[in-house]
């Protein structure tokens, strides 16, 4: 999979081309084209590899069982997909939104959320450690049964939000708005709420 990184070919266009194509975002011409050759690519191979896929949306992506290694998705939609079972590893994925995806079994590491949206999305079972989701905005999320250790949810607005049984060892919720979040069974006295470190 050609992953080289590469600037755009458009004239004196100075940002880097996207991942599968000779244009970045803004000078892309036929975006449905663009995602088709991305959603050929991620259903052929389970490993992806450096790939720089920003503002894009993905419907109905399955990448289950799959090993997503320092990709950037920055500014992208993510709709009803599956990452179950995956691995993500040094990724970024600020400022994208997530909706009804199902991330249960996860190893997600030194992955990156910061100004996310997450509406209805599952992360139970998961091994979620040192993420970021500061500032996100999360409504209707489950962590139940996950290992959150030393994630951050800095000045994140969480509703609705279930961290049932987990590990938050280490975990910052400091300046974060929590509305009805569950953290029973969750040794969350060894988070850090408040801003007096």
């Keep these: 999979m050609d992953t080289e990184k590469k600037l755009c070919a458009a004239h ?34 389970t490993d992806h590899n450096d ?6 949306d993905f ?4 990448l289950e069982g799959h090993r997503v290694m320092d990709c950037r998705f920055d500014y992208s939609v993510f709709r009803n997909c599956s990452f179950e079972k995956s691995v993500l590893q040094g990724g970024f994925f600020q400022n994208s939104r997530f909706e009804q995806c ?4 996860c190893e997600i590491r ?3 959320f910061a100004g996310a949206t997450f509406t209805n999305c599952d992360f139970s079972g998961s091994d979620i450690l040192h993420s970021n989701f ?13 290992d959150l250790y030393y994630s951050s ?3 994140a607005n969480l ?11 280490k975990v910052n919720y400091v300046r974060s708005i929590r509305e009805n979040v569950n953290f029973k069974y969750s040794n969350y006295e060894e988070a850090v709420f408040a801003a007096d470190l």
């Excluded at 991305?38 to 191979?45: D, T």
């Excluded at 419907?59 to 399955?62: F, K, S, T, V």
């Excluded at 199902?102 to 079994?105: E, K, V, Y």
């Design 12 to 45: 004196e266009c100075s940002a880097l081309s996207l991942s599968f194509s000779d244009y970045c975002a803004v000078h892309m011409e036929d975006k449905c084209a663009h995602f088709e050759k991305v959603r050929e690519q991620l259903s052929s191979f």
């Design 59 to 62: 419907d109905n992506i399955n």
């Design 134 to 146: 500061n500032g996100i905005t999360g409504q209707d999320l489950n962590f139940s049964d996950s």
């Design 153 to 155: 949810f800095v000045m």
């Design 110 to 112: 030194y992955t990156v």
């Design 102 to 105: 199902r991330f249960t079994g």
């Design 51 to 56: 790939l720089f896929l920003i503002d894009i």
């Design 159 to 169: 509703e609705n939000v279930r961290f049932i049984d987990c590990n938050l060892k």
